[in-house]
């Protein structure tokens, strides 16, 4: 049978619809700095050409994530990591918020830390699918934790999309913006550090003198949520823990699979083995990230000028997913 006929014996006993358009969350974007780097931390010279892969060759797992209906995909190159610490090929889809979740969301806390985070993590656990390529086991949790809020404004603007709630900042005490996820700056990646991004391994990884070499990783919400959960547990019972290396864990932690209180303590003994140079660059590149990640809001001034405020929402948080002005939808 040649694969003209496979095809169609293919389409032939497929259900439902054969085809669902999922147009890309936000625009294309030109290349940036940071990819600009990761092209030219490759090794090895021009990709191989790809496979197609024929649809009588796909997994009932890649036929389910792709035919979601109601899902939307986002483009990986728009989110504030530009999808270059995923596995090539990761996909990312979004739904609106049901009435159900937004119910719950309004229970939220804003005083609460914890609660609060937990409350994020429920939205893009319910409202967010992310698939890694070839069949590999994937989770919200593999989200990074950079990209986890411009997925909940993609969720949010998805589920508002009359614009029958808008989102907006003081830009003074008479004036505000209406904002949008792409008006907003997530993260800027520092030269110095994606000079040695690693597009094989895709993360970064510091060479020293010595020939020792040191990966940096962007922590997926999974080990910040793990994270979290451990200082409050250590915290709620009065217990001592290394306080020292809480700043460094989620630069050296990779994953949030087989993180217990076991293997964390084995993080904790191996860096009591780094070296000066090791512990320097490390406080660096933290500083680097807390300077970096602080999310503002850019916006043209009448005159066409170019101005940034920091992110703060009226009504808060809760105004994410809550119409703000309800009197509003009266009769």
Sequence with gaps: MNEEDKLKEFAENQEGPKEVKIE????SKAPTPVQDAAKESQIGGPMAPTKTTMPWEKSEADIQFANKVGWEKIKMADLPTQGLFYPEG???????????????????????????DDMLN????????IKFPNNTPSSWKDIKEVDRFYIILAIRERTFSKGENL?????????????????IDYINFDERLMKYYD???????????TGKKLPIFLASAGVTNWLKNYINRKQQT??????????????????WRGLNDNTYENFVHESRNWSNAEISML??????FADTINPVVRYRDEEGGEREVPLSFLGGIKSLFLISDPFSELA
């Design 24 to 27: 890309p969350v936000t625009k």
């Design 90 to 116: 990761t996909e990312i889809v979004i739904r609106s918020a049901t009435a159900g979740e937004i119910r719950h969301w309004s229970t939220i806390n804003e005083e609460d830390l914890y609660a609060l």
């Design 122 to 129: 429920y939205i893009v656990e319910r409202c967010s699918s």
């Design 167 to 183: 989102l907006q900042v003081k830009i003074s005490e008479t004036e505000k913006v209406t904002v949008t996820k792409d008006m």
């Design 199 to 209: 597009s094989e391994r895709r993360t970064i990884i510091l060479e020293f003198k």
């Design 238 to 255: 009065q217990e001592a823990f290394d306080m020292d290396f809480i700043n460094f864990a989620p630069l050296v932690i990779p994953d």
């Design 283 to 288: 406080t660096k590149v933290r500083e680097i």
